[in-house]
């Protein structure tokens, strides 16, 4: 067979991501038909800037979702065909059957696996580990932030010093001391995982609690409810096997391999773990600057005159008032985490060395970038617009949130 | 502002001393120890055999108190052997006479910084060398990146809303979202790489470290200032728009001060004085980009030093880069806050 055209590829793979586009002009045509009821989500489809932000988005967001259910990848990002090696985009595979598809789109890399292939699964790697990372951080730095600026005193100069403390390491330091299997195997992500993990307890519980204490009724069916289901979640995800914490020396017992549904390998763990913790200090001062701000207002007065409780005021008065600063940087973080992950990967720390992850192609293709360009490029720019979107999408939010 | 400095030393001297620590306790940890020994040792050692080397090298004993030697306050471990005394401020076995001669403190309030168990020199002339390698680096980067993203800030906050403002806010955009190792490989690929052809530049800044030419140079300069570069020009948009609205700008126009001499006469400085705090605290992601300009682009600087270490679990070199690294980020900190109430004179004054 002959090596595909450049016209041939593009097609190729613009046909591979049939159904992110549909999927795109579904979401694009619902969004764009019922934007004045979707409140600051709406708007966004007012500005330019934020609709290209939330397409480029979106984009790998689809992709990786269906990446993950193997249905744009053409090959196995893992196999490796004999006599792929290095080869240029557009070539037919060698000894493809009739169930193979024929060709490697980006071509092979220096490992002979299927570039397009792997850059998919390498977008859903992000998707899954990036949100959540920025939403275990917010919760974090929120409930530490909130506190912190409306008491003031002892408490928020402890932990500022705090926040400031792991502001000030190098964060691939940082990464190099957490993330290597040794320390994996002293247990001290799991340590910093039932830490963490402890904050979405928190936050969901004072929520609840401070705005249904005054009834109790609905509060003693909601909180239970509500808790216990968060618990079991929170047990399943730091409890691995039936341990908390199982190394050599010593183990402590978690919860039955019984109720236990789903287990998060050690690597992946250890990868979230320490990019929330290096996110959550920036978050905790964002939110108690924006504290420190709002707590002055009438509003807040007014409240505190009702004799509303303080956990009240910062989580129903002080938080909502806050949102508009809180989401941009929501999207920025997101952004950052990729960024961070792929540093991870750059360095070739914490996830496994098959990983398809963008971070580890990169690093994998830079060795031979004088000769061949199409294994690194592709992730390359796959990041690039990805934290680009993100970019851009906050920019067109901060914009249309700064229009009320 | 004396008093203000002292309390902002102590705590940054609070902070390093935190900071140390938890690196030591991280490096410290048994299975890292583990590892080392079998490095330096062999990687047959059976787990007697680990736990008296470590005793031999004085990596035993509790935290704390290996803590306190390498910090210089506490004494330096001793050992008697067959062949002599061996000890922390001793170098290889000597003799009950030398020994006795040897100094009882020797940590970095002393001086001393330790034995780098990669490199097999002492840790202070490494760090001399390499932190001069990325000395330079820095340089150029500021050089490069400063300059331009103060322009392009100032150009954008000129005319909000403009067409100049729209294409350079989204080239701001774009640079701050395009990590060093994203762009390093992308700049390696169009200006380096056969395949492409322009071969403008080197690909590997190796040769920079004795011989810094603008072929060898200019790419790993541009990688890290170009991430940088688009924060810092949005920061300055911003405080530029901000003034550019203000009333006496307004007033000056209405006096019919031309448009030219508004923004370099009243507003550039001060749209200037938010900007100086960022390029300060932009240190440390710097830093960042240093490690992975080095890596990338094989330059033996800083950054390279703190792989290597963190790589093979040198302790002590470890510990002397994060206490360098920890002292660039938290006076620059110093310095942005004291800058900030001498730039701006409605601090100063009150």
């Keep these: 067979m002959e090596p595909l055209s450049t016209f041939e590829i593009a097609g190729r793979i613009i046909y591979q991501l049939s159904p992110v586009w549909f999927s795109l002009v579904i979401l694009y045509a619902a969004s764009i038909g019922f934007k004045r009821r979707l409140g600051l989500y709406g708007k966004l489809f007012d500005s330019p800037i934020g609709m290209i932000g939330f397409g480029l988005v979106m984009f790998w967001v689809f992709t990786g979702i269906y990446g993950a259910m193997d249905m744009i990848i053409t090959h196995d990002p893992l196999v490796q065909v004999s006599g792929m090696k290095n080869k240029v985009p557009g070539t037919p595979m060698n000894g493809a059957t009739e169930a193979d598809y024929p060709y490697y789109l980006l071509g092979g890399d220096n490992l002979a696996r299927d570039v397009f292939s792997r850059l998919v699964k390498g977008a859903w790697e992000v998707i899954k580990i990036a949100p959540m990372a920025a939403v275990f951080a917010f919760m974090v730095g929120i409930t530490l932030g909130l506190p912190a600026g409306y008491y003031g005193g002892r408490l928020d100069t402890t932990l500022s010093f705090a926040a400031n403390l792991i502001l000030a390491f190098p964060v691939i330091l940082l990464f190099y001391l957490l993330v290597t299997p040794e320390i994996v195997a002293t247990g001290v992500p799991n340590y910093m995982a039932i830490v963490l993990f402890i904050f979405p307890i928190i936050f969901v519980g004072v929520l609840l609690n401070s705005r249904y204490y005054t009834r109790p009724k609905v509060r003693n069916l909601v909180l239970p409810l509500v808790l216990g289901i968060i618990i079991w979640f929170y047990l399943q995800l730091v409890s691995n096997g039936g341990y908390l914490i199982n190394t050599p020396a010593y183990s402590i017992p978690g919860l039955p391999r019984v109720m236990d549904m789903f287990d998060i390998p050690g690597g992946i763990l250890v990868v979230f773990v320490s990019v929330v913790f290096v996110n959550s200090p920036t978050v905790f001062r964002i939110v108690r600057g924006l504290t420190l701000d709002i707590k002055t207002r009438d509003y807040v007065a007014a409240a505190q005159t009702r004799g509303e409780g303080p956990w009240y005021i910062m989580l129903w008065e002080i938080l909502p008032n806050a949102r508009g600063p809180l989401i941009v940087d929501f999207c920025l973080r997101i952004g950052y985490t990729t960024i961070l992950l792929g540093t991870l990967g750059f360095f070739g720390l914490g996830l496994p060395p098959e990983s398809p992850d963008w971070g580890s192609t990169i690093n994998d293709g830079r060795k031979l970038l004088s000769i061949y360009l199409h294994p690194a490029l592709p992730p390359a720019f796959a990041l690039l617009t990805l934290v680009l979107g993100l970019n851009l999408l906050a920019d067109g939010l901060r914009e249309e949130s700064l229009k009320d | ?350």
């Design chain 2, 1 to 350: 502002m004396g008093l203000f400095i002292l309390r902002r030393s102590g705590v940054m001297l609070l902070t390093a001393l935190c900071l140390t620590f938890i690196v030591f306790f991280l490096t410290n940890l048994y299975p890292n120890l583990e590892k080392l020994a079998k490095t330096q040792g062999n990687f047959r050692m059976s787990d007697e055999a680990v736990a008296s080397w470590l005793d031999a090298n004085g990596y035993g004993g509790s935290m704390v108190s290996k803590y306190g030697q390498w910090l210089g306050v506490l004494p330096g471990w001793t050992r008697e052997t067959e062949k002599g005394f061996t000890g922390r401020c001793m170098t290889g076995a000597v003799s009950a006479e030398e020994a006795n001669e040897a100094p009882t403190f020797c940590g970095i309030l002393q001086g001393d910084w330790g034995y780098s168990t990669r490199f097999k020199d002492e840790v202070s002339t490494i760090i001399a060398e390499r932190l001069g390698n990325t000395g330079r680096l820095m340089f150029w980067v500021l050089v490069l990146m400063v300059p331009s993203a103060l322009l392009i800030g100032v150009l954008a906050g000129m005319r909000e809303g403009s067409v100049t403002d729209r294409s350079l806010s989204t080239a701001s955009i774009l640079t701050t979202a395009t990590p060093e190792y994203v762009s390093g490989v992308i700049f390696i690929a169009v200006f380096t790489s056969s395949t492409v052809g322009l071969k403008w530049f080197k690909g590997t800044a190796t040769s920079a470290m004795d011989n810094p030419t603008f072929e060898n140079f200019f790419l790993p300069v541009l990688t890290i200032a170009l991430y940088g570069m688009g924060y810092i020009a949005r920061m300055t948009r911003a405080s530029m728009t901000e003034v550019m609205t203000a009333q006496y700008i307004r007033t000056a126009r209405l006096k019919g001060v031309s448009f030219h001499n508004i923004v370099l006469k009243h507003a550039l400085r001060n749209a200037l004085i938010a900007p100086f705090t960022v390029i300060m605290l932009q240190f440390p992601w710097l830093l960042n980009g240093v490690v992975i300009v080095e890596t990338l682009f094989n330059y033996k600087g800083f950054g390279w030093i703190l792989v290597e270490a963190a790589g093979n679990n040198d302790i002590e070199l470890l510990l002397a880069v994060s206490v360098v690294s920890v002292f660039v980020v938290l006076i620059t900190q110093l310095i942005s806050d004291i800058g900030y109430v001498y730039l701006n004179p409605r601090i100063r004054i009150s």
